[in-house]
């Protein structure tokens, strides 16, 4: 069965480092993979989305890196801050649907 | 900014009663999706419609939810009756058409049926 998979433990980073944090997938050949942040209380914020031709993408101190070949991408917050402290959810898309199914997440916490 | 635009933000009731969960979509935006989130299972897919017209709704448990869209600023998810298992956070989410655009989310409605 298609699974996606996200590191179920918290992420501890100290502030100005880089945080990377990893979404697998298996049974899957998704067009597109989408990152989302969520914050306690809140619904999921779109941040990037990446398609299966393009290695990288980039946005302010945000990359996203997608290997179709390893089934996995990573996303990196780099010179990270405690605002940056969230819940970070991928989400995958097949070329031939809208739908994006959802990761559970991984929980980003960053110390001053 | 535009936004998502959910009703109620939380809805406790007993179970056995209906609950009626209301979303006003971006104006525009022609996908519009719901879905509840829990600890267990995480983001769910319960129903998906395109241009108001409901294209995927294998998610539902169809003997006790409904989605419809009456118009274009209104998507509507009901549940009757509601059970305990329901409680969750639900959440709808709408985009425009294409496929290089994310979601944007609404901020939910807590729904705890006991």
């Known amino acids: 069965s298609q699974k996606i998979e996200q590191n179920s433990e918290a992420l501890n980073i100290q502030e100005g480092k880089t945080a990377t944090l990893t979404c697998n997938y298996t049974?899957?050949?998704?067009?597109?993979l989408q990152w989302y942040r969520q914050d306690p209380g809140r619904g999921p914020v779109f941040l990037l989305l990446?398609?299966?031709?393009?290695k990288e993408k980039r946005k302010e101190r945000l990359k996203v890196t997608f290997d179709t070949t390893l089934k996995q991408s990573l996303f990196h917050i780099t010179a990270s801050q405690p605002a940056d402290s969230a819940t970070y959810l991928c989400?995958?898309?097949?070329?031939?649907?809208?739908?994006?199914?959802f990761g559970r997440g991984t929980s980003l916490i960053v110390h001053p | 900014d535009a936004r998502v635009t959910q009703t109620p933000r939380h809805k406790v009731t007993e179970m056995g009663q209906e609950v009626t969960m209301r979303c006003q979509p971006i104006l525009g935006h022609n996908t519009v999706f719901w879905y509840r989130q829990t600890m267990m299972q995480g983001l769910e897919l319960l129903a998906y419609?395109?241009?108001?017209?409901?294209?995927?709704d294998s998610g539902m448990p169809k003997d006790r939810f409904s989605a419809e869209m009456p118009d274009a600023t209104l998507a509507t998810l009901k549940i009757q009756p509601s059970e305990p298992r329901d409680s969750a956070v639900y959440f709808c989410?709408?985009?425009?058409?294409?496929?290089?655009?994310?979601?944007?989310f609404g901020s939910g409605t807590r729904l705890t049926v006991v």
């Open positions: 990446i398609r299966e031709n393009e």
């Open positions: 419609f395109r241009n108001r017209a409901p294209l995927d």
């Open positions: 049974n899957y050949s998704p067009a597109y």
């Open positions: 989400a995958l898309r097949t070329g031939g649907s809208y739908i994006p199914t």
């Open positions: 989410a709408s985009g425009p058409g294409g496929s290089n655009y994310g979601y944007t």
